[in-house]
């Protein structure tokens, strides 16, 4: 089993930055690709931000990229997602994601179901 347990989240101004990490237990971490999404209130939960199992290969949605940098450590076995220039409409709970499926380099990378396990989430406010 994998734990996930994502921290750094909280109120922040427009325009400032953060970073938020993931910390992962109970398996391999080099097994795993990693993904971030989002869930603001009323919306859908939605991809941000994904990197494989080596850190080379890292995915975004278009409506973060330039603002948002996903990265890992694998020898603290976290992942992080660094964001810049936040936006009131960041304003969401952030779940860290993995999965060890090498389906992850095609297209599932930006799906939920490309994912077996989850962490709990981390809410991040944004005020203007």
């Known amino acids: 089993q994998v734990q996930l347990v994502e921290s750094g989240g909280g109120l922040a101004q427009a325009g400032g930055s953060l970073r938020l990490s993931c910390a992962v237990s109970?398996?391999?971490?080099?097994?795993?690709?990693m993904g971030w999404f989002r869930q603001a209130p009323g919306k859908e939960r939605e991809f941000v931000a994904a990197i494989d199992w080596s850190g080379g290969i890292t995915r975004y949605a278009d409506s973060v990229k330039g603002r948002f940098t996903i990265s890992r450590d694998n020898a603290k076995n976290t992942v992080y997602l660094q964001v810049i220039r936040l936006k009131p409409e960041d304003t969401a709970v952030y779940c860290c994601?993995?999965?060890?499926?090498?389906?992850?380099?095609?297209?599932?990378?930006?799906?939920?179901?490309?994912?077996?396990?989850w962490g709990q989430g981390t809410q991040v406010t944004v005020s203007s």
């Open positions: 109970g398996r391999t971490f080099t097994n795993y690709h």
């Open positions: 994601a993995a999965d060890s499926r090498s389906g992850w380099y095609g297209s599932a990378y930006y799906s939920e179901s490309g994912y077996s396990y």
